[in-house]
C-alpha cells in the first residue's frame, strides 16, 4: 500500500542518516586520534632523553628539548581549543538574536567593510564574529595583505563575502578546505579547524558558506544567509 511504502521510505532514509553520522563520527574519531598523536609522541620522546641525560647536556640543549616541548603542548591546546568550539557549533541549536554586520567588523583593523552592513542577521553577535575571525584568520595565514567584506542582499538573500589577495586555494584542494584538520598550514601552526567551524555556524543558522578562490589570487568565501535570517526581509 502506499502508506507501508512511505513507511519503507522513511525507514531506509533514516538508515543512510544513521549510517552517514556513524561515518562521519569514525573518520572524525580517526583524524582526532592521528592530530594527538603526534605531539603527544614527540613530548614523550623528549621527556625520555631529558630523563636520561639531562646531567649530560648543556644549557643550550636543554633548552632547545624544552623548546620543543613548548611548542607541541601549544599545538595541543590550539587543537582542543579548536575541537571544543567545533563540538559547539555542530551541538548549539539556532537562535533567532539578531545583530547588524557593523556591529562586529570594527574589531578587524585590517578588514574593510562596505554594503548593507545595518541589516539585522537572525544570529547571536558571538555566532558572526566567529564567523568573521575565522575567515579573517585564514586570509592572514595565507598571505593576504588586503582583506574586504562586502554585505549585499540578493533577492533577499543577505551574503557577507570575505575577500582577500593571498594565495588562493589549488582546485585540487577546493573540496577540502572545509573538512576539519585539513590543512596546509601544520608547521605553521594551523589546525585545519577554522572553516569547519565557520560552516556548522552558520549550518546551524540555515546559511551557506560558498568559496571561490584560483591560485596566486586570493580568494572569496561566502556566506549566504535565507530571507528567513534576514529581518524584516
Known amino acids: 500500500s502506499e502508506d507501508n511504502s512511505t513507511c519503507r521510505f522513511h525507514k531506509g532514509q533514516a538508515t543512510k542518516r544513521r549510517t552517514r553520522k556513524n561515518q562521519y563520527i569514525r ?66 541549536r539556532a537562535s533567532d538574536d539578531s545583530c547588524v554586520l557593523a556591529d562586529v567588523t570594527g574589531e578587524y583593523e585590517r578588514a574593510s567593510m562596505r554594503g548593507a552592513t545595518r541589516t539585522p542577521i537572525a544570529i547571536p553577535i558571538a555566532s558572526l564574529t566567529a564567523i568573521l575571525t575565522h575567515l579573517i584568520k585564514n586570509a592572514e595565514q595565507h598571505g593576504a595583505h588586503s ?15 570575505v575577500t582577500d589577495d593571498g594565495e588562493g586555494i589549488p582546485e585540487s584542494n577546493k573540496h577540502l578546505v572545509f573538512d576539519p584538520f585539513f590543512t596546509t598550514y601544520r608547521d605553521q601552526g594551523g589546525t585545519g579547524l ?8 552558520l549550518l546551524r543558522h540555515d546559511a551557506q558558506l560558498q568559496v571561490e578562490s584560483l591560485p596566486g589570487e586570493g580568494a572569496l568565501f561566502r556566506c549566504v544567509f535565507p530571507p528567513s535570517r534576514v529581518v524584516n526581509s
Open 194 to 201: 577554522g572553516l569547519a567551524i565557520v560552516k556548522h555556524v
Open 147 to 161: 582583506i574586504k567584506i562586502d554585505s549585499t542582499v540578493v533577492s533577499r538573500h543577505l551574503q557577507i563575502e
Open 27 to 92: 573518520d572524525f574519531a580517526r583524524h582526532v586520534s592521528h592530530e594527538f598523536k603526534t605531539p603527544i609522541a614527540a613530548i614523550k620522546g623528549a621527556a625520555e632523553v631529558l630523563e636520561d641525560h639531562v646531567n649530560d647536556m648543556t644549557a643550550e640543549e636543554r633548552d632547545k628539548f624544552m623548546g620543543n616541548v613548548k611548542s607541541d603542548l601549544a599545538r595541543l591546546e590550539r587543537l582542543t581549543n579548536g575541537l571544543m568550539e567545533l563540538a559547539t557549533a555542530e551541538m548549539s
